[in-house]
């Protein structure tokens, strides 16, 4: 018997929290089963803060950062931070972390390394189970613990990817939907797992990926440029060759802020990056990477996604400053009843 495929929706905290509650509210009526929030400082709003709004309107959805850091928040601060959302929400929240590349970079901080992301897991970790936890000499530990809060680890690169696999409970896969980039990604959060002496099976994959309801995907697929740019920047050069993509983009991009992925001028964005993504190489990574297409492409790719080991799939729309509400409507009304997913 299948696990039914749970379908999530990023909402960025591009409003005040209120107003990202009711969009909360209004994916739990359409029918999503996640919601994930980002955590950029200076991009949005607080993601705890809005998650905490999304909790008290909210009564069946699950909540979720995605993804949260430990560099800009010490790990005994989200512990407690998980702590109250899990409380006000009645247990519905799961914790995304991962290196903290829009958190961290604009403030001049460096990402997390494999060793931050290791011992910050096992910190979070056990100061939810009520456990003592050194830090520098001081031994320390939380006063009402909530345990049992999964633990999520975004990743991308072959490292990566093992390591989610060895000490999360979940793997947010960012390297693309297609059967080959998929089945790949979840080979190493297997291999992870079994290195680890863990069973496989019981770690989670959630597939990030882009989505977009159209019947041209030639003319829209151009939107993608700045996020396929993005991805060959931050070390995914060897995924999107895989769909035969071949680019090489510079470091920075002069003009586009504060980077290609969460560019504010978009259309600029569109534009700088057509130097070195072709509407060909667009259209390659709509297909491979994203959920572009009619309803039934998506609904084909969504149930391929689940038979390549998927648990649930985290849906963003194009864009950092605006809430999805085209994207909720159109997927609801045109995808979900399509979806006859084996329960």
Same mark, same amino acid.
């Given at each position: 018997?299948?696990t039914?495929?749970a379908i999530?929706i ?6 005040p ?13 359409l029918?999503f ?12 709003r ?5 998650l905490?709004?999304c909790a ?8 979720s950062?995605?993804?949260? /850091?430990?560099?800009?928040r ?6 407690s931070l998980?702590?109250?959302?899990a *409380?006000?929400? /009645?247990?519905r929240?799961?914790?995304?972390l991962?290196v903290g /590349?829009?958190?961290v970079?604009p403030?001049g901080?460096?990402p997390?390394?494999?060793?931050d992301?290791?011992d910050?897991i096992?910190?979070?970790r056990?100061?939810? /189970?009520?456990e003592a936890v ?9 006063r009402?613990p ?7 680890m975004a990743?991308s ?8 696999g ?18 790949r990604?979840?080979a190493?959060v297997?291999?992870g797992a079994l *290195?680890g ?13 882009y ?5 041209d995907?030639?003319?829209d697929?151009?939107?993608?440029k700045?996020?396929c740019?993005?991805i060959?920047?931050n070390g995914?050069?060897?995924?999107? *060759?895989?769909?035969g993509?071949n ?9 586009v802020y ?8 978009w259309g ?7 130097e070195?993504?072709s509407d060909d ?6 297909n491979?990477?994203c959920?572009?297409g009619d309803?039934?492409h998506?609904a084909r790719?969504?149930r391929?996604?689940?038979s ?5 799939v985290f849906l963003?729309?194009?864009g950092?400053y605006?809430?999805?509400y085209?994207?909720?409507e159109?997927?609801?009304h045109q995808v979900?009843p399509?979806?006859?997913?084996a329960?």
């Amino acid at each position: 018997m299948t696990t039914p495929l749970a379908i999530g929706i990023r909402l960025p905290p591009c409003e005040p929290a209120d107003v990202v509650a009711e969009a909360a509210l209004r994916a739990e009526s359409l029918g999503f089963d996640q919601i994930y929030v980002p955590d950029s400082q200076v991009l949005w709003r607080d993601s705890y803060l809005t998650l905490f709004a999304c909790a008290l309107k909210t009564s069946t959805i699950t909540l979720s950062t995605a993804v949260t /850091n430990v560099v800009t928040r010490h790990p005994s601060v989200i512990a407690s931070l998980t702590r109250t959302i899990a *409380e006000v929400s /009645n247990g519905r929240f799961q914790l995304g972390l991962g290196v903290g /590349n829009s958190s961290v970079e604009p403030v001049g901080l460096r990402p997390s390394t494999q060793a931050d992301m290791r011992d910050g897991i096992a910190t979070i970790r056990a100061l939810l /189970n009520g456990e003592a936890v050194d830090f520098d000499g001081v031994s320390t530990w939380m006063r009402d613990p909530y345990p049992g809060v999964p633990i999520h680890m975004a990743a991308s690169g072959p490292r990566n990817l093992k390591l989610a696999g060895e000490i999360a409970d979940g793997a947010i896969l960012l390297s693309g939907i297609s059967p080959e980039t998929l089945s790949r990604s979840a080979a190493l959060v297997r291999a992870g797992a079994l *290195e680890g002496g863990r069973d496989a099976s019981t770690v989670m994959l959630t597939v990030s990926t882009y989505c977009h309801v159209t019947n041209d995907v030639e003319r829209d697929a151009r939107m993608l440029k700045p996020i396929c740019a993005g991805i060959a920047q931050n070390g995914g050069r060897a995924a999107l *060759e895989l769909a035969g993509i071949n680019i090489d983009v510079p470091p920075r991009v002069p003009g586009v802020y504060p980077d290609l992925v969460h560019a504010e001028d978009w259309g600029l964005a569109v534009e700088k990056c057509s130097e070195w993504v072709s509407d060909d190489d667009a259209v390659a990574f709509a297909n491979a990477f994203c959920l572009f297409g009619d309803a039934e492409h998506i609904a084909r790719g969504l149930r391929t996604a689940q038979s390549a080991g998927a648990t649930s799939v985290f849906l963003q729309h194009v864009g950092s400053y605006t809430l999805p509400y085209p994207l909720m409507e159109e997927f609801s009304h045109q995808v979900m009843p399509l979806l006859e997913i084996a329960t």
